[in-house]
């Protein structure tokens, strides 16, 4: 009787599935295409880097949702969207807007982004470390503290996008006018100290829309993309204007919604001593 020899089995691959590796691999896609636009601007190509910041964002805006459809939320992936965060909507719109504006003035020119990643930087850690405790209450995971680190990428860069479109138009005045360092140094202080504030502002994670605005909201949508393809740099400069007019409606709102937290809160106190008594 001749016997069969059983041939070793080879050994299982070990490893991370590339499934969970799928957001940190955009993560960084999104950290060289962020950090790219410093190499664009250092080579006067403001237009490219601005677009390299944007696509950027629109890759942050994509990757954490990846991670959670996909069940592969990590520590390492938080603390390296936070990093790619920091250098991409920090660093990179602070210098792309020292080079197109601000190195004229030198070092006095220079303290604008110093400032403006500073608080970047504080804006993140302050992030990081809230996600370390619950909010006080269930209405506060609905916004963010102080402007989140992308949309204060996109006002910082907006007095190169008003540039940028006056350069298209031929606007000697306003690209005089946008252009010159006490104007780019304002905004960038300006954003920073949004970044840094208290302020509450909505972070549109579960933000629900009625049902009669459903319609409106998604031509509003389609006319934004048609002026986004047709002039991008107009695009972002009136995104700009309708996210800084959308803070004082999301203060309201947080406001109103902790003024009734307050009195559901005060109602309960009322019950139970009733109870009790």
Same mark, same amino acid.
């Given at each position: 009787?001749?016997?069969?020899?059983?041939?070793?089995?080879?050994?299982?691959?070990?490893?991370?599935?590339?499934?969970?590796?799928?957001?940190?691999?955009?993560?960084?896609?999104?950290?060289?295409?962020?950090?790219?636009?410093?190499?664009?601007?250092?080579?006067?190509?403001?237009?490219?880097?601005?677009?390299?910041?944007?696509?950027?964002?629109?890759?942050?805006?994509?990757?954490?949702?990846?991670?959670?459809?996909?069940?592969?939320?990590?520590?390492?992936?938080?603390?390296?969207?936070?990093?790619?965060?920091?250098?991409?909507?920090?660093?990179?719109?602070?210098?792309?807007?020292?080079?197109?504006?601000?190195?004229?003035?030198?070092?006095?020119?220079?303290?604008?982004?110093?400032?403006? &990643?500073?608080?970047?930087? +504080?804006?993140?850690?302050? /992030?990081? *470390?809230? @996600?370390?405790?619950? !909010?006080? %209450? #269930?209405? =506060?995971?609905?916004?963010?503290?102080?402007?989140?680190?992308?949309?204060?990428?996109?006002?910082?860069?907006?007095?190169?996008?008003?540039?940028?479109?006056?350069?298209?138009?031929?606007?000697?005045?306003?690209?005089?006018?946008?252009?010159?360092?006490?104007?780019?140094?304002?905004?960038?202080?300006?954003?920073?100290?949004?970044?840094?504030?208290?302020?509450?502002?909505?972070?549109?994670?579960?933000?629900?829309?009625?049902?009669?605005? &459903?319609?409106?909201?998604? +031509?509003?949508?389609?006319? /934004?993309? *048609?002026? @986004?393809?047709?002039? !991008?740099? %107009? #695009?972002? =400069?009136?995104?700009?204007?309708?996210?800084?007019?959308?803070?004082?409606?999301?203060?309201?709102?947080?406001?109103?919604?902790?003024?009734?937290?307050?009195?559901?809160?005060?109602?309960?106190?009322?019950?139970?001593?009733?109870?009790?008594?």
């Amino acid at each position: 009787m001749i016997r069969k020899i059983r041939r070793p089995r080879r050994p299982r691959l070990s490893g991370q599935s590339f499934n969970k590796m799928l957001p940190n691999l955009m993560t960084l896609m999104g950290l060289c295409i962020g950090l790219s636009s410093i190499r664009l601007a250092m080579d006067g190509h403001f237009g490219s880097a601005v677009i390299a910041i944007a696509v950027s964002g629109v890759i942050d805006g994509l990757d954490g949702r990846l991670a959670r459809l996909l069940k592969a939320t990590s520590r390492f992936g938080a603390e390296f969207d936070s990093l790619a965060d920091f250098l991409c909507f920090g660093v990179a719109p602070a210098l792309v807007m020292y080079q197109w504006s601000l190195q004229d003035w030198d070092a006095v020119g220079f303290l604008p982004p110093l400032m403006y &990643v500073s608080a970047m930087a +504080l804006r993140l850690a302050r /992030f990081n *470390a809230a @996600l370390e405790t619950a !909010p006080p %209450a #269930a209405f =506060a995971y609905n916004f963010f503290t102080g402007v989140p680190a992308p949309a204060g990428a996109g006002l910082a860069l907006f007095p190169l996008f008003l540039g940028l479109e006056a350069d298209k138009a031929h606007l000697i005045w306003l690209r005089a006018t946008v252009g010159y360092p006490l104007i780019t140094g304002s905004v960038l202080v300006a954003v920073a100290l949004l970044c840094v504030s208290t302020l509450p502002v909505w972070s549109f994670k579960n933000f629900k829309v009625p049902t009669a605005n &459903v319609l409106p909201l998604l +031509l509003g949508v389609v006319i /934004f993309a *048609a002026i @986004l393809i047709a002039d !991008p740099y %107009a #695009a972002g =400069a009136l995104l700009g204007i309708a996210y800084v007019a959308m803070l004082p409606f999301s203060r309201r709102s947080y406001r109103r919604l902790a003024a009734e937290a307050e009195e559901r809160r005060q109602q309960d106190i009322e019950n139970i001593e009733t109870a009790s008594a």
